[in-house]
């Protein structure tokens, strides 16, 4: 499959000028990666802006009409309409009836406390996960905004998978020395990853000592692996995520000029690199951004989608708090998130071991 994603991917010509064209609208030109780092703020040039009313955390909570008060508990009319006569007795007392109800709430309880990921996989400190994410008419036109704005060249995945086909970094790569705009045309050294320390290495892996030199000489099937014990690790809580990420699937396959995706599969976009996900793939991913945070980028900046930034090149540029300890910035289908260590190291494993290549 990922032979004939290569061979649709650049016999679709997505470089070209003409093919462009046809899914982004009134590009932004802008040269070189400084554009990113310049202090006068001269990057939001190739960013698209809105009338500051996007949706970038979901509904918010219905507010009383002006004037008036929220209504307390118990005084809401329909909720007098809804109790019944079969409730237990007053307050968390015993029911007049023989025999102790169960606390009210108690099974919920329980059950909510079962579904919590593991103490590892909650959100980085500081962080919570964004519960009020839900796709809307607006969600759809921010969707439509965010496909039309462009990368900087040197940083555009949609510009570097056409010029060639990304390579496995090997051992013999010395991380070192080589420029960061080579750095990210090797698909097991994602941007994000490229500076960390070792270079490369996923975090969590990285602690457990894998040294870069290991990493780099893992072949696919290594990398598949280590993303399926990741995603069966979430997979088996048993918990149903939301639909809830901005781009959809023909969306990315338009913008990048692919194949529809086969029965049963779908296209997701990380850090600039379309992914192609079967079902429990597309599951794990969706777990991952419910424990994540998307961050306020503030009114007006939309994301490049197609972009391929590092962890402080995203800082400076959406003006987040530089990344500490367990702190992670990545882009998952148009909107930028935080995640911690050990949600950005399997983010980035599914971007590894499912790349359109």
């Not at 499959?1 to 003409?18: D, I, K, P």
């Not at 010029?163 to 020395?177: H, S, T």
Request: glycine share 10%.
């Amino acid at each position: 499959m990922r032979n004939l994603m290569t061979a649709a991917l650049l016999s679709a010509g997505m470089v070209t000028s003409a093919a462009a064209a046809t899914v982004i609208a009134a590009p932004v030109a802008v040269s070189s990666i400084n554009a990113l780092t310049a202090g006068n703020h001269s990057a939001q040039l190739w960013l698209a802006k809105d009338n500051g009313k996007g949706n970038r955390k979901g509904a918010k909570a219905e507010k009383p009409a002006k004037g008036g008060k929220a209504k307390g508990p118990g005084k809401d009319k329909q909720a007098k309409a809804n109790r019944g006569n079969d409730k237990p007795g007053k307050g968390n007392g015993p029911d007049k009836v023989k025999g102790k109800p169960e606390k009210a709430g108690k099974a919920q309880q329980k059950q909510a406390k079962a579904d919590k990921p593991a103490k590892n996989d909650k959100p980085a400190k500081g962080m919570k996960a964004d519960k009020g994410k839900m796709r809307g008419p607006d969600w759809d036109r921010r969707a439509e905004e965010i496909l039309r704005v462009r990368a900087p060249a040197d940083r555009d995945m949609l510009t570097i998978l056409g010029a060639a086909a990304l390579a496995l970094a090997g051992p013999q790569l010395v991380v070192a020395d080589t420029p960061i705009d080579e750095l990210i045309t090797y698909r097991n050294c994602p941007p994000g990853l490229a500076k960390k320390t070792p270079a490369c290495v996923p975090p969590g892996l990285a602690k457990q000592g894998v040294t870069q030199d290991q990493w780099l000489g893992y072949d696919d099937a290594e990398y598949d692996r280590l993303w399926l014990l990741q995603r069966d690790n979430y997979l088996r809580r048993g918990v149903t995520p939301s639909e809830n990420l901005l781009l959809q699937s023909a969306q990315i396959a338009q913008l990048f000029g692919l194949a529809p995706a086969p029965n049963g599969q779908r296209y997701a976009l990380i850090d600039g690199m379309p992914v192609l996900l079967d079902q429990d793939d597309y599951t794990g991913l969706l777990l991952i951004n419910e424990l994540a945070q998307v961050a306020d980028i503030g009114s007006g900046v939309n994301v490049a989608p197609t972009a391929a930034l590092t962890q402080g090149e995203l800082s400076r540029l959406y003006r987040l708090p530089a990344p500490g300890p367990d702190i992670n910035y990545a882009v998952l289908n148009g909107q930028v998130i935080r995640l911690s260590d050990s949600q950005y190291e399997t983010l980035q494993l599914i971007r590894i071991a499912r790349a359109v290549l």
